[in-house]
């Protein structure tokens, strides 16, 4: 029994390097999929619930379009309104950065190595950033946004699908096999219910962080203050480097802005405490309680899939564990491996 789990473990591992290789590889095929799927289990209750008022599904479909396109419309509004005001803050920027941080920075580092202190004097405002650069970046993803706007389509189809269909699934498995129909809708429960919840929960937790978000920066003024809620919203998906980049960028805008330190360290003092809070406390939580994973690998995790799957795979990357997981735990063999894989090893779910 021994002999047959050690090598079970070799043959998992080299089975997720091919597995990953080849998803790697189907990237274009599989991610709109993919994502049509976790999207799915975001905008299930809200299909459930009309269908429990006896709502035809056409219709519940219709709402779930009309709550995509304003969120669509809304992001949408809230970037053309930021590059606006980006454009415009540009050269306030320029004269804070090259007349006061810049000179700053080369005083603290007068005893620094003259290789180094050479490199920062190098950093000058129109080295770092060209306004006719960023025109360009506009410009180009403007030109790209109709692919992007093709890709969504897609995955807003399959989405439609996957809520549609919710349920013929499970009936088509337990007519196609009859003897294994249990065990195999177990699995599937299962997994939905551990993606939707999560999804969810995660949902409402980042909403919640980036209207506080951007809450705290229009009190304290900072430009663009909307993007960067909204951006806090998106990137805290990412778990543990998310909520670091989500306070980088609004701490460097409001450092570019204001004269004196006072209001920076004081937005970095009241950000601070919030993103911990969601990335030392609130997303252990669901991970460790909802998904019962490992803390180590949820880190391994976002390597592997982010490497799979770039920012998408990142943000997909504890579902995507946590499904890998219950199917591990269905059989035999492999449970050792769960157990490996779970936050404590001690949890029952699933090994029974």
């Keep these: ?40 289990n975001i905008f299930r209750p809200v299909v459930g619930y009309l269908r429990h008022r006896h709502i035809p599904m056409g219709v519940a479909l219709v709402v779930v379009m009309i709550i995509v396109g304003a969120f ?47 490199q920062v004097n190098t950093l000058k405002w129109s080295n770092l950033v060209q306004v006719s650069s960023i025109i360009t970046m506009i410009y180009a993803g403007a030109g790209g946004f109709v692919n992007v706007l093709s890709g969504t389509a897609l995955i807003l189809l399959f989405m439609l699908f996957i809520l549609g269909g919710h349920g013929l699934f499970e009936k088509k ?5 009859p003897e294994h129909a249990d065990n195999l809708a177990d699995l599937i429960q299962r997994i939905d219910a551990k993606t939707e919840k999560y999804f969810q929960t995660v949902t409402v937790v980042n909403l919640a962080s980036g209207i506080i978000t951007a809450g705290i920066l229009m009190v304290f003024g900072v430009d663009l203050a909307l993007l960067w809620g909204l951006f806090t919203f998106l990137i805290n998906f990412i778990p ?37 809070l969601w990335s030392s406390v609130v997303t252990p939580r669901i991970m460790g309680y909802s998904l019962d994973l490992s803390p180590l690998l949820v880190l391994l995790s976002l390597i592997f899939w982010g490497w799979v799957w770039g920012p998408w795979g990142m943000i997909f990357s504890v579902p995507m564990t946590s499904m890998i997981k219950i199917a591990l735990e269905s059989v035999d063999a492999t449970k050792p491996v769960a157990v490996l894989m779970s936050s404590g090893g001690t949890k029952k779910s699933g090994m029974h």
């Design 173 to 177: 498995i337990r007519m196609a096999y």
């Design 240 to 276: 543990t480097i998310g909520s670091i980049i989500a306070l980088v960028l609004p701490i460097s805008v409001a450092l570019l802005q204001f004269d004196g330190l006072g209001t920076p360290l004081a937005v970095a003092c009241t950000l601070v405490p919030i993103q911990f």
């Design 1 to 40: 029994m021994t002999n047959s789990r050690s090598i079970t473990i070799p043959i998992i591992l080299i089975a997720l390097i091919i597995g990953g290789a080849a998803l790697h590889t189907m990237q274009p095929v599989l991610l709109p999929f993919v994502v049509a799927l976790f999207l799915a």
């Design 72 to 118: 669509l419309v809304g992001v949408g509004a809230v970037a053309v309104s930021s590059v606006q005001s980006l454009l415009k803050a540009m050269p306030r920027y320029e004269l804070r950065w090259n007349n006061t941080i810049l000179p700053g920075l080369s005083h603290l580092l007068e005893s620094a190595p003259q290789v180094i202190q050479d």
